[in-house]
């Protein structure tokens, strides 16, 4: 069954941080490179972090330094810490496979971010 569970999004002044988690099932987490991904308004989706199942990292310019991907192997869960955040950050943000995403999608958790 597969299964990719967004949660932790809510709304923030700029500057704040959020956490996010994504919990996927087993079958999608243990054979694959995760990422976190976002879609603005109006804008397509794009990759701001992936991981490899070692650990090792990438993130898009506009996060770098910000934004910390992680995973725990045990709990098929990934993480997504936001720190510094800004209004250009607002979106919806998912977690997918990478560097193909799964034709599936979770539903997403919105990322609000005020000036």
């Known amino acids: 069954q597969v299964q990719l569970v967004e949660s932790g999004g809510g709304s923030v002044q700029a500057g704040g941080s959020l956490r996010l988690s994504c919990l996927a099932s087993?079958?999608?987490?243990?054979?694959?490179?995760m990422g976190w991904y976002r879609q603005a308004p109006g804008k397509q989706r794009e990759l701001v972090a992936g991981i490899t199942s070692g650990g090792g990292t990438n993130y898009a310019d506009s996060v770098k330094g910000r934004f910390t991907i992680s995973r725990d192997n045990a709990k098929s869960t990934v993480y997504l810490q936001m720190n510094s955040l800004k209004p250009e950050d607002t979106a919806v943000y998912y977690c997918n496979t990478r560097p193909i995403p799964l034709a599936y999608w979770g539903q997403g958790t919105q990322v609000t971010v005020s000036s």
């Open positions: 087993r079958s999608i987490f243990s054979r694959n490179l």
